[in-house]
């Protein structure tokens, strides 16, 4: 799947994820701030990495403002900027 265009999802409020994705340079770059990196940073790396490679995204950078969200959010908010990045 190919991201064609700037996207994002979700807030920046607590227990949220902010999560913008736009078209890449050749791979996945992703950045992550997070409030809770220390702990938990590699699974939300992992977990939107698993998101990408499920809808066949390679080639994108990923933003992800993390604020304490639960899995399933970060999860719901990586597919929902996904599908608005490719345009539906």
């Known amino acids: 799947m190919e991201i064609i265009k700037k996207a994002s999802a979700g807030t920046l409020e607590s227990s949220d ?8 340079n050749g ?3 992703l950045t992550l701030d997070s409030v809770v990196e ?3 940073g590699q699974s939300i790396r ?4 698993e998101v990408l490679a ?3 995204v390679t080639d994108a950078n990923v933003s992800i403002a ?3 969200a ?9 597919e929902t900027a996904v599908m608005r ?4």
């Open 17 to 24: 994820v902010y999560v913008e994705i736009e078209p890449g």
């Open 27 to 29: 791979g996945i770059r």
């Open 38 to 40: 220390q702990q938990f």
């Open 46 to 49: 992992d977990l939107v990495q």
């Open 54 to 56: 499920e809808f066949g």
């Open 66 to 68: 993390d604020r304490g």
């Open 70 to 78: 639960l899995d399933c959010v970060i999860r719901a908010r990586v």
């Open 85 to 88: 990045g490719k345009g539906e």
